[in-house]
């Protein structure tokens, strides 16, 4: 099994060997990397290591054997999407003094997290932040799922991909 799991941009597809699967990207469409900022809905195109996961206690859970570094969402959790934070593009604890984005949203989108490596060594900012692999809202139309620039798809895809995934694994988005 490779150790790339492949987005295609156009095709809007997610591929892993020989699994298939639709996905969304932002809602802003794909961009180079070094022209990503954030708040401009862009997915950024490169290939980002997949660091860890994060998943909703009662909502999701990592399946027998989860070789990926992963830890539940607590309803503190937050990621700093202020470019002016010196914490901008990390995890932080709610409520905080800068924007932040709610790890446990009250819609699916979070219930499974990939944490892509995109602008985390170190993070500069404006450059992006928080750009993730999870889940789409199932609830609404598939034209009305794009992200904000993360990669998204269906859960059980995602519960079907999570099985595959071993450290050193990367997302290439292209």
């Known amino acids: 099994m490779s150790d790339t799991i492949r987005v295609d941009v156009e095709a809007l597809t997610v591929t892993l060997g020989d699994w298939r699967v639709p996905c969304v990207i932002g809602r802003g469409g ?17 290939r980002w290591p997949i ?9 999701a859970a990592p399946p027998a054997g989860f070789a990926l570094p992963w830890r539940w969402t607590s309803p503190g959790d937050g990621w700093s999407d202020d470019p002016a ?9 709610l409520p905080h003094g800068f924007s932040a984005e709610t790890l446990q949203r009250d819609d699916m989108l979070y ?3 990939l944490v892509l490596g995109h602008n985390d060594e170190p993070p500069v900012a404006g450059n992006g932040s928080a750009i ?4 789409w809202n199932e609830a609404k139309p598939v034209p009305e799922r794009s992200t904000e620039g993360c990669v998204a798809i269906a859960r059980a895809d995602m519960e079907a991909l999570l099985v595959k995934l071993v450290p050193g694994m990367v997302l290439e988005i292209g």
């Open 85 to 93: 934070d010196p914490a901008y593009n990390r995890p932080v604890r």
């Open 111 to 113: 219930d499974v997290i």
């Open 30 to 46: 794909a961009c180079a990397a070094d022209a990503k900022h954030e708040g401009d809905g862009c997915t950024p195109l490169g």
């Open 132 to 135: 993730f692999f999870h889940l």
């Open 51 to 59: 660091r860890a996961a994060l998943l909703r206690p009662g909502r």
